[in-house]
């Protein structure tokens, strides 16, 4: 009951703030009903009153569209291991939603609940967990302690406690220590996010350093059929010379536009395009003003896929654009694969930074700004194979890309250097899987 009346406080406090996000974003309008009473779709599994020592059902919760993509190898190798098994994945925000919903159409997919008992047991009798397996970090007091309670074993894979969330925690550490003691297993992603879950709690046989499944995730085939597929539609050959800015949020946009304006003001550089993806689409619209205020031809992909006939998804489309506004959900990480250039946004705002594993593992020259406080841990790996540049400041931006375009050597050097590292740190799934095995083993 404690925490049931601090979230409803907390809740009345931010409520007008989220009124009017809300109202400005669209967001936090789905899901009611599953987000506050989990009334989540009902997981039937045939013969469930059969004793097996196999676990039947793995929930696996992802918070964000980042989180919900590091998912796909791990669901793939939970099936490998246990054949039978169901899966269920829940999401909390719309745009993961949206995309668990198009990567996991043969799986259960439904929305978090609030972390409030009576939404919690709703959904655990509704799903019936034997794994609840919580990407990188959300522990929620109630729903760790009432799923252990109906026998789920509750794991963090892929685990991350960043240095102010670690800080924030160990400020509360008597209040939040009971959940981290429940956690059966912590697959960490090295040895400092480790060393900080063992210090909130988690007996240290229960810790493991994994990776992160982010390496395992990329896709490092250029030759990928859904990136020749969009090659093909927008009428992109394989030699052009196109510019990807992926993951951005304001200013970010117009720090790029800023820029590709400025280079392709130079003769040589006329034939650059440059494909813009925000990491909320539904910024689309107020981008593709900031765009045509360019002068700049353009298309923006969400209205090009909502004019295209099904028969013709596959059929060129017209060679004449400069600029792609790739507002839809789940397309980043082909358009990675398109790229001459990458810039991974979220890094001169303060988000942050996002994954830049993506391009890298590509083999794409990859830039990001000061700001990558979230992945410190897979900077220091790239740092270290000097394959990232870091601008420190945005008048950066425009002489890293011309030398880039400039100098086909040096683009050659540091893609090769990114294929490498990336393809040195994958395996973090088949660690978590086999030791997720182990612990099943034990209980």
Known sequence: ???????????????????????????????????????????????????SPEPKVFWLHAVSVG?????????KSLLIEWPNAKIAISTTTQ???????????????FYMPMDFTWAVRQTLSRIRPDWLLLAELEVWPNLIRLANSSKCQVAVINGRLSENSFKGYCRIVWLLRPSFQRLSFVGAQDKTYAHRFVSMGVATDRVHVTGSLKFDGANPDLAHPEIVKRRVELAIPVHSLVWVAGSTQAPEEELILRAFAKIRSHERFKRLRLILVPRHPERGDEISRSIDSTGFRTIQRSKLLA?????????????????????????????????????????????????????????????????????KDIMRILGEANAVKVFESPEEIELWVMEMLDNVELRAKLGKRGMEVTREHRGATERTVRLLNLHQKET
Do not use: C
């Open 1 to 51: 009951m404690f925490f049931n009346g601090l979230y409803l406080a907390a809740l009345l406090l931010a409520s007008p703030w989220l009124v009017y996000r809300s109202w400005k974003t669209k967001r936090y309008r789905n899901g009611w009903s599953e987000k506050w009473l989990g009334k989540v779709p009902p997981l039937n599994i045939k013969n469930r009153q059969t004793y």
């Open 67 to 75: 989180e919900v993509q590091v998912l796909r190898t791990v669901i």
């Open 95 to 109: 745009t993961g939603m949206e995309l668990a919903k198009h990567l996991y159409l043969e799986h259960h997919v």
């Open 307 to 375: 004019k295209a006939i099904p028969s013709d998804k596959t059929k060129s489309t017209s060679d004449d654009w400069d600029i792609l506004l790739g507002d839809t959900i789940g397309e980043l990480r082909w358009w990675w694969g398109i790229a001459t250039l990458a810039f991974v946004g979220g890094s001169f705002g303060n988000r942050g930074g996002q994954n830049m594993i993506e391009p890298v593992a590509y083999g794409v020259p990859t830039a990001v700004g000061p700001n990558t406080r979230n992945f």
